[in-house]
């Protein structure tokens, strides 16, 4: 019996539930020469802003016991020169295309929106990282505050015509909230989570191992906080889909944010280790449903509640 691994995340329906994450698979055919990329739910391009952005100083990377800390800031070609250079490429693939995006401001958001709007069909929807800094309200993630959340989303849902996740933040105990603001202004799903906001210091120099000083922490570290992220998002919007991520690097790690709520997951610290993570997980999450008579994926999802 072939397990049937297609789920459905609003209006997209994709293969299977894994996807790369934001940011550790590039903006094209980064990792095409290891792994099938149109074997993948989908690819989840590195968010990208309105304007080309070079991002912060060095170091951007640091390994932490379980984990590792980054603060890339976000370095981009563009959204057009992103859709001009990148894409056919990881188009030809036959890969489903996320397209992530992100702004200092709701205009910001708007402008890089609206240029998705012209995107092939290939893009099959857009992921709104509203994890970055809040120019208009300088102490705050767009992601911890619903009215901020809820005016991104609605922009960009307005600007692009096309699906809309909206990426969240775990660093607030809003997390369901603001789940409850992107829903509410038309996110199809969200993403759960982003980093979790952190700091190294090195004892020799006594100064911030990251040039940008605070970093997001990712891995292995963070996913029993994801898992938990998931569990809560999907207690409080049990028919809201959930992409679930945070230190996922084996099929089972996938189960487990399945069963707390997710209906898809994504890979992204892991392919720093193995280029073929995502792979990989895709795989395992097939042998895992076949070992264990699971037919199709409903089956897991949300099966942690009561
Ligand atoms: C080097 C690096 C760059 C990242 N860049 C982005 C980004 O551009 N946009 C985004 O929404 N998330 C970004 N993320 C966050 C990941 O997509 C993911 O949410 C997070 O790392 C947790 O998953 P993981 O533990 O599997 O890496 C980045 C993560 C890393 C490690």
Request: one cysteine or more; glycine letters at 8%.
């Amino acid at each position: 019996m072939t397990v049937n691994l297609a789920t459905r995340i609003g209006s997209v329906e994709l293969p299977n539930p894994v996807m790369t994450a934001s940011g550790t698979a590039g903006h094209s055919t980064e990792l095409a020469r290891h792994l099938d990329l149109a074997s993948l739910g989908a690819v989840v391009t590195k968010s990208l802003h309105i304007n080309p952005w070079a991002g912060n100083p060095a170091p951007r990377v640091h390994a932490t016991a379980a984990g590792m800390i980054n603060s890339v800031g976000l370095q981009g070609p563009g959204v057009q020169a992103w859709l001009d250079q990148e894409l056919p490429a990881l188009e030809a693939t036959g890969a489903r295309v996320v397209a992530s995006i992100w702004g200092r401001t709701v205009e910001e958001f708007t402008q890089a929106a609206q240029v998705l709007a012209a995107a092939p069909p290939s893009v099959v929807a857009v992921e709104v990282n509203t994890s970055c800094p809040n120019l208009e309200d300088r102490t705050n993630l767009f992601a911890h505050s619903t009215e901020a959340t809820s005016a991104v989303v609605a922009a960009a849902v307005a600007a692009t015509g096309r699906p809309c996740w909206a990426k969240l933040s775990p660093n607030t105990p809003l997390l369901p909230d603001v789940a409850d603001a992107a829903a509410q202004a038309g996110a199809q799903a969200v993403t759960v989570a982003n980093t979790l906001l952190g700091m190294a210091i090195d004892p020799e120099t006594r100064r911030p191992r990251l040039g940008a000083g605070r970093g997001g922490l990712s891995g292995p570290a963070i996913r029993p906080i994801a898992v938990r992220a998931v569990y809560d998002t999907f207690a409080v919007h049990p028919d809201l889909p959930i992409i679930g991520v945070g230190g996922i690097a084996t099929g089972e790690d996938a189960v487990e944010f399945l069963l707390a709520g997710a209906s898809a997951i994504q890979v992204g610290t892991a392919t720093f280790a193995n280029p073929r993570a995502t792979q990989n997980v895709l795989n395992e999450l097939t042998k895992w449903c076949t070992a264990h008579d699971i037919n199709h994926l409903s089956e897991l999802t949300g099966a942690a509640h009561d």
